[in-house]
C-alpha cells in the first residue's frame, strides 16, 4: 500500500514562493511517475506538473516558467517549487502516485495567494 503525505502549504503574498513537498511509503516511488494537480471548489482537478521515473517534466501552460517539479528517489519525496504565485493559484494541491494503472492520491495542502 503506498501513501502519500503533502506539506509545505500555505498563505503568501502574490510574488512569493512556496514549496510543496509529498513524502510516499511503499516500495514503487521510484518506478512511478508522480504529479502534482489541483482543484478548486466546483471545478475538475486539473494538472499541474508531472515527473517520470526518468526524470522527464510536464507543466500545465498556465504554471510554465514559475514552478519546478523534482524528486529524490533516495527520500521518496517530489517537490513543487512555486514562485511568482498568483492570486489565482489558490486552491489544494494534491500529491499523485501512477504505477502503472493504479493512481494514489495523497490528502492535499491547500495554498493561498493574497493580492
Known amino acids: 500500500q503506498v501513501q502519500l503525505s503533502e506539506s509545505g502549504g500555505g498563505l503568501v503574498q502574490a510574488g512569493g514562493s512556496l514549496r510543496l513537498s509529498c513524502a510516499a511509503s511503499g516500495n514503487i516511488f521510484s518506478s512511478s511517475t508522480m504529479g502534482w494537480y489541483r482543484q478548486a471548489p466546483g471545478k475538475q482537478r486539473e494538472l499541474v506538473a508531472t515527473?517520470?521515473?526518468?526524470?522527464?517534466?510536464n507543466y500545465a501552460d498556465s504554471v510554465k516558467g514559475r514552478f519546478t517539479i523534482s524528486r529524490d528517489n533516495a527520500e521518496k519525496t517530489v517537490y513543487l517549487q512555486m514562485n511568482s504565485l498568483k492570486p489565482e493559484d489558490t486552491t489544494v494541491y494534491y500529491c499523485?502516485?501512477?504505477?502503472?494503472?493504479?493512481?494514489?492520491w495523497g490528502q492535499g495542502t491547500q495554498v493561498t495567494v493574497s493580492s
Open positions: 499523485n502516485a501512477t504505477f502503472g494503472r493504479v493512481y494514489y
Open positions: 515527473i517520470t521515473s526518468g526524470g522527464t517534466t
